[in-house]
């Protein structure tokens, strides 16, 4: 039984008001078909810097540019009418300074039709979040594990255990006075994700968390299983895509090879009436 879509999408303010309550559904989304399929069943959809690992093979997000995000910022908006569209800004993109970041916010929003920007780090970006704010650009914020800084945190590794549980408190409770309308918190542990939800006043968005948060995002190629490649703890696959994709993949090569498709169905007379396809 599938999900029914709203006729509107929820806005940034919307959002930030569904604090406490049903907790919010966010999926990544890079394609307009993936798009059209989640359009109203969720409420966020996020254009990952992801986007550089699952799609171009990238090591990282660290090599993913502007141009990579407006590509698929526009491909996913085509598929949007009823979900927040949020848009990662990429890694370079935002950390010069509030100008640059805004600037580069201001681009991606004209040029994608997103309604809000998504940017990493907390307490010291508290003023370029800030600054966004105050000209219009809704920021979600995203503490904890943040991908861009992979190589300074010394890779993929659980944030604010023991006494570095205070500073990540911080860093979200700076984001949020801030006027972040929500945040991200990743791969963090469950209890701390617990008293940072209850002690920010935004909503926070789970991913490698806890079930506590007031919303939970995953990459949807992850969740699929369609990108096999990486793994972490929290993703749960809710189908098996890439091992039926292979599959279907061998199949065709294999009926190509034995001549066995194209058969005469797939085929075209010299002559068919009303035949249009």
């Given at each position: 039984?599938?999900?029914?879509?709203?006729?509107t999408?929820?806005?940034?303010a919307?959002?930030?008001?569904?604090?406490?309550?049903?907790?919010?559904?966010?999926?990544?989304?890079?394609?307009?078909?993936?798009?059209?399929?989640?359009?109203g069943?969720?409420?966020?959809?996020?254009?990952?810097?992801?986007?550089?690992?699952?799609?171009?093979?990238?090591p990282?997000?660290?090599?993913?540019?502007?141009?990579?995000?407006?590509?698929?910022?526009q491909?996913?908006?085509r598929?949007?009418?009823?979900?927040?569209?949020?848009?990662?800004?990429?890694?370079g993109?935002?950390?010069?300074?509030?100008?640059?970041?805004?600037?580069?916010?201001?681009?991606?929003?004209?040029?994608?039709?997103?309604?809000?920007?998504?940017l990493e780090?907390?307490?010291?970006?508290?003023?370029?979040?800030?600054?966004l704010?105050?000209?219009?650009?809704?920021?979600?914020?995203?503490?904890?594990?943040?991908?861009?800084?992979?190589?300074?945190?010394?890779g993929?590794?659980?944030q604010g255990?023991?006494a570095?549980?205070?500073?990540?408190?911080?860093?979200?409770?700076a984001v949020?006075?801030?006027?972040?309308?929500?945040?991200?918190?990743?791969?963090?542990?469950?209890?701390?994700?617990?008293?940072?939800?209850?002690?920010?006043p935004?909503?926070?968005?789970?991913?490698?968390?806890?079930?506590?948060?007031?919303?939970?995002?995953?990459?949807?190629d992850?969740?699929?299983?369609?990108?096999t490649?990486?793994?972490?703890?929290?993703?749960?696959?809710?189908?098996?895509?890439?091992?039926?994709?292979?599959?279907?993949?061998?199949?065709?090569?294999?009926?190509?090879r034995a001549?066995?498709?194209?058969?005469?169905e797939?085929?075209?007379?010299?002559t068919?009436?009303?035949?249009t396809?």
């Amino acid at each position: 039984m599938s999900a029914t879509p709203r006729q509107t999408a929820p806005t940034p303010a919307a959002i930030r008001a569904a604090k406490g309550g049903t907790p919010l559904v966010a999926l990544t989304a890079y394609t307009t078909p993936t798009a059209r399929m989640m359009d109203g069943v969720v409420d966020i959809v996020l254009v990952g810097d992801s986007v550089g690992m699952v799609l171009h093979g990238l090591p990282s997000t660290l090599g993913v540019t502007m141009e990579m995000m407006i590509l698929h910022g526009q491909a996913v908006r085509r598929g949007l009418g009823a979900s927040l569209m949020v848009v990662d800004m990429p890694f370079g993109s935002y950390e010069a300074g509030p100008e640059t970041a805004f600037a580069n916010a201001a681009r991606l929003m004209s040029e994608t039709g997103s309604e809000a920007v998504k940017l990493e780090g907390g307490r010291h970006m508290a003023d370029t979040i800030r600054f966004l704010v105050a000209r219009g650009v809704p920021v979600m914020a995203h503490v904890g594990l943040t991908p861009q800084s992979v190589h300074a945190l010394g890779g993929y590794k659980v944030q604010g255990r023991g006494a570095a549980g205070e500073a990540l408190i911080a860093d979200a409770q700076a984001v949020a006075e801030a006027g972040a309308f929500a945040v991200v918190l990743e791969k963090v542990p469950a209890a701390l994700a617990d008293r940072v939800t209850s002690e920010v006043p935004i909503p926070t968005i789970g991913i490698g968390a806890s079930a506590g948060c007031d919303g939970q995002v995953l990459v949807v190629d992850d969740m699929l299983g369609l990108f096999t490649e990486f793994r972490p703890k929290f993703v749960k696959r809710f189908a098996t895509l890439g091992e039926r994709a292979e599959a279907a993949i061998a199949a065709y090569a294999g009926e190509v090879r034995a001549r066995t498709f194209p058969a005469e169905e797939h085929t075209f007379a010299d002559t068919a009436p009303g035949e249009t396809t």
